[in-house]
């Protein structure tokens, strides 16, 4: 059971995190809002597509109040 989860560095405020994946649709089908969850590929308990889905991050950083978003794409393969 292969899973995604970002790679989290040091520096990030565990209290101000979240990552949301969206379908090509930009339906929204995951959210975690901590370093431990990960998404499994599946949305209301059934396989998701194979194809390619957005995600989006959401952080503080530990030392400032600067938040910052970052934008990508997961590739779902099986």
Request: charged content about 25%.
């Amino acid at each position: 059971n292969d899973s995604w989860y970002p790679t989290i560095s040091t520096g990030i405020d565990e209290d101000f995190f979240s990552v949301q994946i969206y379908n090509r649709w930009g339906e929204f089908i995951f959210e975690a809002t901590d370093f431990i969850s990960s998404w499994d590929g599946t949305y209301q308990g059934m396989q998701s597509p194979i194809g390619t889905y957005t995600f989006r991050i959401e952080y503080k950083e530990k030392q400032s109040e600067k938040r910052k978003i970052i934008l990508g794409h997961i590739n779902l393969i099986r």
